[in-house]
């Protein structure tokens, strides 16, 4: 439940997000140790962290790299990570900022698939980015925010328009 005047989100479930390559991840640690750190940031439990390492470890597709220090890793090996962990969190609401527009196309089908199949299940997805088409894909509602404010919230298209009006403006 959106209360703009109060500037409150209210959310009932548990709540992913892919904001940053970096949100989190400790370089000095390596893919294992920061699958338990991320794990349990997100809300599991340590012995559960523990448990969907090898899942983690599969689905993020980083093989030995799993066991080197995060320091070496890529942006985009450290963004599967990151996804790798968030999906075995199952949250019910996924926040996507635009750093999944930024990666190799693999990964953005991989997180676009991920976001498809979570809003089949009735969950929610908030994401953000200059991709306008791949949102349309993603996105039924929008909300334009100008100065932090929220100035219009409706269906996409529209919202889309009255952005790229203001743009041209």
Known sequence: M???DKGILRTAGRVGSLLSVQAGVMALLTGRENTLLLGVLAGMTPRQARAEMEEVKRRSGLGEHYERLVASYSQGMRARLGLAVIERTHPTILL?????EALDHEFRDHVHG???DLLAAGGVVV???HDHPMLERLCTRALLLQGGHLVADGDFTEIQRVYLGDRRA
Not at 96 to 100: A, M, S
């Open 2 to 4: 959106l209360e703009p």
């Open 96 to 100: 996507l900022d635009e750093i999944h």
């Open 114 to 116: 991920y976001a498809h």
């Open 127 to 129: 994401a953000t980015g």
